[in-house]
């Protein structure tokens, strides 16, 4: 088998980029390289990581079955932080890449925001679960609180920011995978 080249196909379908996959699970864009080109041979503890950020597992990477994915757990998760823009996002399906849609939680902690994402051709649909949110969509402002939920065609500039003093919550949808 050879790993770096699975490793490579399994980024690729994801739609990743060797920099991205690096920050997913730490390490840098050069040992990302060298694993895929077969330079470097990661250890488990790392190999574990790499697959986690890919949506997979040590089981399923070294099989050569192909099933499909029903139910997740907690521990399927991937989390990411964000100190500068003080948030946190939880992948909550591995792999949602290669899916037609992309679900996340993102925590947006005091003063709070996500990434601002351009205009592309998709939709997006969010759902407050906790504390109060602001949506930027072009040049409109929705204010939205707990158990409010909204939609849009993703065909202008949009962020979410935190409008409250305390943590809020959302989950946040895209089709296509855009996070």
Known sequence: MDIGEKIKQLRIKMNLTQEELA?????????????????????????????????????NFFSDS??????FHKDDM????????????HWIV???????????????????????????EGEVFG?????????????????LKKGESFYYKADAEHFLENAADYEAEVLWITTPPNF
């Not at 996340?104 to 592309?120: D, P, Q, V």
């Open 78 to 89: 991937f989390e990411q932080e964000d100190n500068t823009l003080n948030h946190i996002i």
């Open 127 to 143: 759902y407050v679960t906790r504390g109060m949110v602001n949506l930027y969509l072009g040049r409109s402002k929705f204010k």
């Open 66 to 71: 192909d099933s499909e994915t029903i139910v």
């Open 23 to 59: 920050n997913r699970c730490e390490l840098s864009k050069g040992f990302i390289s060298q694993v895929e080109r077969n330079l470097t041979s990661p250890s488990i503890a790392t190999l574990m990581d790499i697959l986690e950020a890919l949506g997979d597992n040590l089981k």
């Open 94 to 120: 591995p792999n949602a890449q290669k899916n037609q849609m992309e679900p996340i939680l993102i925590r947006l902690l005091r003063n709070g925001k996500s990434l601002s994402y351009s205009a592309y």
